[in-house]
T-cell receptor, first 110, second 113 residues
Framework: QKEVEQNSGPLSVPEGAIASLNCTYS??????FFWYRQYSGKSPELIMS????GDKEDGRFTAQLNKASQYVSLLIRDSQPSDSATYLC??????????FGTGTSLTVIP | EADIYQTPRYLVIGTGKKITLECSQT?????MYWYQQDPGMELHLIHY???????EKGDLSSESTVSRIRTEHFPLTLESARPSHTSQYLC????????????FGSGTQLSVL
């Protein structure tokens, strides 16, 4: 079983809509979670981190964490074509290692 | 903005050559990592280091070696490159504190002919 499961997509949303990206994790002891954005041919760029249950908002991005359900999500409001990328869910496990999901490809259609 | 640098950005070489991919960070981070990523695929951890003179192999055996003689420098060496080594190589670093974020360099795209 992979430590992080993400729907690989592709996910397509119209410009201005809300994009919802989800991931589940297996290590119940994991405390920290991150969302990275990766454009094609580029390296991952950190966009959100979340450590506590609930929501964390930063501009158009909202990360949500539910430790009881072992579920992490990222909402992107007012989606723009420039948001088109692959989004990687990552966690930090009890073995002191980062682990990454396979990523969800998002396309925002103008 | 993270200060982690990788060179070269692109490299095309022939089979059998020895190559070293450079990675340096100016943030004083103790922990450094090398990942390999094929297009559209997940990241695979190939090596990591928790400090000077500390190196460990990751999940993917890539027939490469690393060294950590200085905190800021974590080069990756392929003794004899093969076409199967063609991939993107990403260097990353973070502090030793709990919950600290992982920052990536811009990557090296390697093509072995």
């Amino acid at each position: 079983q992979k430590e992080v499961e993400q729907n690989s997509g592709p996910l397509s949303v119209p410009e201005g809509a809300i994009a919802s990206l989800n991931c589940t994790y297996s290590d119940r002891g994991s405390q920290s979670f991150f969302w990275y954005r990766q454009y094609s041919g580029k390296s991952p760029e950190l966009i959100m981190s979340i450590y506590s249950n609930g929501d964390k908002e930063d501009g158009r991005f909202t990360a949500q964490l539910n430790k009881a359900s072992q579920y992490v999500s990222l909402l992107i409001r007012d989606s723009q074509p420039s948001d088109s990328a692959t989004y990687l869910c990552a966690g930090f496990n009890t073995g002191n290692q980062f682990y990454f999901g396979t990523g969800t490809s998002l396309t925002v259609i103008p | 903005e993270a200060d982690i640098y990788q060179t070269p950005r692109y490299l095309v070489i022939g089979t059998g050559k020895k190559i070293t991919l450079e990675c340096s960070q100016t943030m004083g981070h103790d922990k450094m990592y090398w990942y390999q990523q094929d297009p559209g695929m997940e990241l695979h951890l190939i090596h990591y280091s928790y400090g000077v003179n500390s190196t460990e192999k990751g999940d993917l055996s890539s027939e490469s070696t690393v060294s950590r003689i200085r905190t800021e420098h974590f080069p990756l060496t392929l003794e004899s490159a093969r076409p199967s080594h063609t991939s993107q190589y990403l260097c990353a670093s973070r502090t030793d504190r709990a919950n600290e974020k992982l920052f990536f360099g811009s990557g090296t795209q390697l093509s072995v002919l």
